[in-house]
């Protein structure tokens, strides 16, 4: 059994920066990819960035000049490092685990909102 859950999320300012955390544990060993994804207020769900058993992260286009995944493996944390916020970015930040059995283990969420 896997679990997740993210933080780290709050009200920051246009061109402010923010880092959220997630947080896996149980099987760890069973996770091949964490994912971030974001859903805005009345939009669908949107990926964000990956990271995978090769190390390194990939990014949605419009996000990797200002967004960054790095992992603490000591911790178990995955962090999702945004800079220059837009009011734009202000959605519900989650976390997804993927195992090798097939299953995903999301996260509750974390809000992040940019305002002035």
């Known amino acids: 059994q896997v679990q997740v859950v993210e933080s780290g999320g709050g009200l920051v300012q246009p061109g402010g920066s923010l880092r959220l955390s997630c947080e896996v544990s149980g099987n760890i060993s069973s996770i091949y990819a964490i994912t971030w994804y974001r859903q805005a207020p009345g939009k669908e769900r949107e990926l964000v960035g990956v990271?995978?058993?090769?190390?390194?992260?990939v990014y949605a286009h419009a996000l990797r000049d200002r967004f960054t995944i790095s992992i603490h493996n000591a911790s178990n944390l995955i962090y999702l490092q945004m800079n220059s916020l837009k009011l734009a970015d202000t959605a519900v930040y989650y976390c997804k685990a993927s195992e090798y059995n097939n299953k995903e283990t999301w996260g509750q969420g974390t809000q992040v909102t940019v305002s002035s």
């Open positions: 990271l995978g058993d090769g190390g390194r992260p």
